[in-house]
């Protein structure tokens, strides 16, 4: 199976759609509600970041890594919530080390590609490139590393996610 790269920006799109999502950040927790998906804060060990279980009923259940940062539970948040609208076949999927970049680690090897998906999905949800395009107008002209500093702030991501999502998007070379 080929990566579904515009399989998984589109069903992002059409989700922030059907929530009415305008604006950045995006309440990926209210998302997930909308889905019939609880999200469980766990402090889990190592570098596991999340596990999604489908139930026979029809909802689900994210588990996050509470020991991670805000913006990686956000970030694992969105890449769960991909991983169930992408893919419907598995009942139970677990992530661990997943990277949060879109070209780095494992998904810069192109080795897993429903991992690379569920990236793709969660990158265009948390930063949607409609968003991205016109929050970055007034920052023409301003400081790379300020500019990156403010979005990420704004949509509550890491410095690091949105530097490889404005690079992604080609405002920014890494």
Known sequence: MAARYSLARRRAVELLR??????APVPNERLATLLSARIVLQPF?????GVVH??????????????????RQRFTIAHEIG?????????????????????????GKAIDEREIEANQFAAELLMP???????????????????????????????????IRLSALGYVEL
Do not use: C, W
């Open 18 to 23: 059907q929530a009415r999502v305008t604006k």
């Open 45 to 49: 060990s190592g570098e596991f970041s």
């Open 83 to 107: 991983h169930l609208l992408l893919h419907t076949d598995k009942s139970l999927h677990i992530d661990e080390r997943f990277p949060i970049g879109l070209r780095s680690g494992i998904s």
């Open 129 to 163: 490139t409609d968003f991205i395009a016109k929050d970055i107008k007034p920052l023409i002209g301003v400081d790379t590393v300020a500019a990156i500093q403010k979005l990420a702030n704004k949509y509550k991501v890491s410095n690091e996610a949105m530097s």
């Open 54 to 71: 489908r139930n026979s009923d029809g909802s689900a259940v994210i588990g996050i890594n509470s020991s991670h940062s805000p913006g």
